[in-house]
């Protein structure tokens, strides 16, 4: 079956250090590759993706992710966290294909960021 | 960048009685869009997939009776929760694909939070 596994509940790092959010998806074939961020009582905001080409991805609010084929994997980093970048965060994967999930988004469970001053 | 406008954002109804969410894609024409229930501190559930012009298709377990979805034109789609009650106070988001960018990223609206007393 298809899945998105983001391993850690929350994660937390203290303003100013860099903050790493892991995600690992079991999909067949090569598919697109989301992160979005989601604040309370909010709508879920589109971070970053990857489609094809440098597996360093850069997105919005100074995030990256990097993209590892080998290991099924897109780990979302910032070089330096501020505390304005706590929230929830969900990593989605989309199939590529045209079968019945071509246009639905996986999710993972999402992962809680907590940055302390 | 695209805007998925959802309305309303926060809505309280008695048992019995009937809800209406309306997603609406301000700047692209979106062909299909799609219904989600979070729970609190879980992830996104897929409900269903709303189709311009056709039949919404329903995830497994979601009750295509109690949730209707309309998707009239390519700007709207509209899901309506019938004969609420409590057990489906929940957060409900929507997001929609541009029919003219074929990365697979979605656009998500703010979410509208249902209470049902």
């Known amino acids: 079956a298809q899945s998105v596994a983001q391993p850690e509940d929350q994660v937390n790092v203290a303003e100013g250090n860099p903050l790493t959010v892991k995600c690992t998806y079991s999909?067949?074939?090569?598919?697109?590759l989301f992160w979005y961020v989601q604040y309370p009582n909010r709508g879920l905001q589109f971070l970053l993706k990857?489609?094809?080409?440098?597996?360093l991805v850069k997105g919005s609010y100074g995030f990256e992710a990097e993209f590892n084929k080998s290991q099924t994997s897109f780990h979302l980093k910032k070089p330096s966290a501020l505390v304005s970048d706590s929230a929830l965060y969900f990593c989605?994967?989309?199939?590529?294909?045209?079968?019945?999930?071509?246009?639905?988004?996986?999710f993972g469970a999402g992962t809680r960021l907590a940055v302390h001053p | 960048g695209a805007v998925v406008s959802q309305h309303p954002s926060r809505v309280i109804c008695k048992s019995g009685t009937s809800v209406k969410i309306e997603c609406r894609s301000l700047?692209?024409?979106?062909?299909?869009m799609f219904w989600y229930r979070q729970f609190p501190k879980q992830s996104l559930m897929l409900m269903a997939t709303?189709?311009?012009?056709?039949?919404?298709?329903?995830e497994q377990g979601v009750e295509k009776d109690k949730f209707l979805i309309n998707h009239a034109s390519l700007t709207l789609s509209t899901l309506t929760v019938t004969s609420a009650h409590p057990e489906d106070s929940s957060f409900y988001i929507c997001?929609?694909?541009?029919?003219?960018?074929?990365?697979?990223?979605?656009?998500f609206g703010e979410g509208s939070r249902l209470t049902v007393l």
């Open positions: 997001s929609a694909r541009d029919r003219d960018l074929h990365t697979g990223e979605l656009f």
């Open positions: 999909v067949s074939g090569n598919p697109y």
């Open positions: 990857y489609i094809t080409g440098d597996n």
């Open positions: 989605a994967v989309r199939p590529r294909g045209s079968s019945g999930g071509y246009n639905k988004l996986i």
């Open positions: 700047d692209f024409q979106a062909t299909t």
């Open positions: 709303s189709n311009e012009g056709s039949k919404a298709t329903y």
